[in-house]
């Protein structure tokens, strides 16, 4: 193994390396070994504690799987909802006209400047004085909205970045062959744009799904982080609890993460598009407010029209 | 595969998920049934992590509030299989039976003049006190003791306040979302004691998993009169649990569920309290 | 119309709120950059540890991470970071430790992408002149890197400002948690809302702004 940084280690060079992992294996031992003892103190390495979470399902079906099916449900609906809404915004802020552009940049600035948290705990107060909705299914319905408002101003970034993405030639070939500013939009840029933001679409849901926590401590939204609660109360399992909950969310997240990378991976390499691609990187800067320059998009990185 | 596939995948996983969402959304409303039984079903809502009290196990509810439920609803005319539980925390009470989210609320609720403005308490079924858990090898003789000690319960309960106000103003207060959070920092030293009504301190203490670890400090620092919370202004509703109640104490099925759940809590219990008879 | 605001310490919230952003800001720049520095290095081990952590912490969710600081780390490992049983201290001291525990993920991510745009030339140039690897790291490459990532790291810096409202979680007195118990109690939802957003845009649109404009200055010109 070499990088740019050192050079293929030497005698004297690999004898370095060994010490230096020998040392950095020892203090990862220490701690491991600390973490150990503590946990063991407290009780919490006992196989009446783990047993439940690793062998047998009831601690799953009766508290980890109805708050995982929860999670998905409010990440899935965040999603669908927050995606029509932020083509919307996203087009919108690349109109020609100034009284749409303008109002829809406010929006879509707005909602990123401001926490997920604060919109979910004001939309849970409003939905309890406005409206009938049962507080069984308000948590749900507060945790949505609060996703959805903030995710669908990220993702009209991530749409405006994608529609942004596509060689100049495009747009320029639909106004050669007559068609108006709409049709270029419905049937030249948006499919094109669609392919190129999935990687951004696919990481940004990890980020709802991350969030959807959120409701469950502050707003008593029954989801997994919640429903260990009940789980940690009947079998006096905190620390596998946690474990089990955190590796749920790791693994989910791993494989959404995973296949972002795959599908960008993929579009960069892809013969027969344009090579445009809204990557996992960029989603960082587009969900930050104030931000009006895409990095990943300077105008000489555009990549070639490439002939059909 | 070819990225339209992967494409076409997605959108079907998403069609997927919206159907399931939308079929699970259909059957919350069956539950808030408002007629005599038969069939119909009822909404009763408890807490979900009181052992003794209000439990959620794999094999279904347990606890002396459901076992009062339970019975109560019987009288009504509700088999034990129509009875739908659902987990009402201590701040969304009153705003449960307010909206007809639950019909009938037995979850370690006190009687208080406050809530009573807002809903309407049938019984007391239980008079409970607010003590202290402590570690097994510890002792505290008075509710002063706790100043300066390290002290756990739940935002916004009414033992949190009275330890704030008039108990021990001094005491570390750390405030958690539920009483079984505080356990394990009690158990290894961390927290000195957690707060709450004996009722619900002696589920812990007997918990198997903390068996011999805690025991009860045995002060009486408040009197909590135990009601079944009823929507405001039904008085039939209100007539018949307080009826139910008085006939689950006098043919023993109060006795019954107070030694099936508090035996082995080893909680020494009040008698059978009078309906109506609210001590302060 | 504003008598609602009365009794409630509006600004002491957002003080909060600004010394969690500066604390765990802090400390989430010098182990994302410690972890930056294993996943560049010749050791095999560190550079594993490193992609462990960067991967793990990045998939959980900071409210599961903030929650484990007060039921896991304080309860059962007892660590309390020196607050001695003041629970407030102790509660936000924990929040900042989550905090920049989880931005140092993406602090790691960010400063290994600068190290990237650094030229191959640089640190092969360094290395001719026989530095060492620390050398060429802390002496080369290091402060060129850390010029390109001024905007991604604001980036990470806007979202940490966003994050720290996590911190309501284990109750610690910010601004999200204010809002919590103002719009529970007071009728005026929809201004208090208004209000605690404004705060918000007022802490994250300038650090942007001004990030934005030192990253242009600061950038390597090539």
Known sequence: MSSVLYDNPGPAAKRRNLIWSIVFFILLALGLWWVWRVMDDNEQLEWAKWRPFLAGSEAWTTYLLPGLVNTLKAAALAMVIALPLGALFGIGRLSDHLWVRIPAGAVVEFFRAIP??????????????????????????????????????????????????????????????????????????????????????????????????????????????????????????????????????????????????????????????TGAVVGVDAVGELATPGAQEHPDFPKGDQPPDKPV | ??????????????????????????????????????????????????????????????????????????????????????????????????????????????????????????????LAHQDLLIRADDNIAKGADINGKKLCSVAGSTSAQNVKKSIAPDAQLQERSTYSECLDAVANGTFDALTTDDSILAGY???????????????????????????????????????????????KAWEKAVTDNFGPANYKNEPAPKIGDIVK | MFDFLEGYDLLGAFWVTVQLTVFSGIGALVWGTILA??????????????????????????????????????????????????????????AVLGLAAYTAAFVCEAVRSGINTVPVGQAEAARAIGLSFTQVLTNIVLPQAFRSVIGPLANVLIALTKNTTVAAAIGVGEAALLMKEMIETEAQLLLIAVIFALGFMLLTLPTGLVLGWFSKRLAVKR
Do not use: H
């Open chain 1, 116 to 273: 997920v948290l604060i919109l979910m705990l004001f939309a849970n107060v409003f939905y309890d004085k406005f409206t009938d909705i049962s507080s069984e299914t308000r948590p749900l319905y507060a945790v949505v909205t609060g996703l959805v408002l903030y995710n669908a101003s990220v993702l009209a970034e991530v749409v405006r970045a994608g529609i942004l993405s596509l060689p100049k030639g495009q747009t320029e070939a639909a106004k050669a062959i007559g068609l108006r500013k709409g049709q270029t939009m419905r049937t030249i840029l948006l499919p094109q744009a669609v392919t190129a933001m999935l990687p951004a679409i696919v990481s940004q849901l990890v980020v709802i799904v991350k969030d959807t926590a959120l409701g469950g401590v502050m707003i008593g939204f029954a989801e997994l982080l919640n429903s260990r609660k009940t789980a940690a109360a009947f079998y006096a399992s905190v620390i596998p609890s946690f474990v089990a909950v955190a590796v749920v969310f790791i693994v989910l997240n791993f494989a959404l993460t995973s296949l972002a990378s795959w599908l960008e991976k993929r579009l960069r390499q892809a013969k027969k598009s």
């Open chain 2, 1 to 126: 595969m070819n990225l339209r596939k992967v494409s076409a995948a997605a959108a079907t996983v998403l069609a997927l998920s919206l159907t399931a969402t939308a079929c699970g959304s259909d059957d919350k409303d069956s539950g808030s049934g408002d007629g005599d039984g038969n069939g119909k079903k009822i909404t009763i809502g408890i807490k979900f992590d009181q052992p003794g009290l209000g439990l959620k196990t794999p094999d279904g509810y347990t606890g002396f509030d459901v076992d009062v439920a339970t019975y109560v609803a019987k009288e009504l005319g509700y088999d034990e299989k129509d009875i739908t539980w659902k987990e009402t925390p201590s701040a969304d009470r009153e705003e449960a039976l307010k909206r007809g989210d639950v019909d009938l609320i037995a979850a370690t609720y006190s009687i208080t003049d406050e809530r009573k403005e807002k809903v309407d308490f049938a019984g007391p079924y239980l």
């Open chain 2, 205 to 251: 203490a007997a918990q198997k998993q903390y068996e011999g670890k805690f025991k009860l400090a045995g002060l009486n620092l408040s009197n909590e009169n135990y009601g079944i919370g009823v929507k405001k202004g039904d008085t039939e509703m209100l007539d018949k649990v307080n009826k139910a109640l008085e006939k689950m104490v006098a043919d």
């Open chain 3, 37 to 94: 520095a294993m996943r560049v290095s010749p050791v095999p081990l560190m550079r594993g540890f490193g992609a462990a952590y960067v991967n793990l912490v990045r998939n959980t969710p900071l409210t599961v991470i903030i929650v484990f600081t007060s039921l896991g780390l304080a309860d059962i490992f007892s660590v309390t970071l020196g607050a001695g049983g003041d629970f407030e201290t102790q509660n936000f001291r924990l």
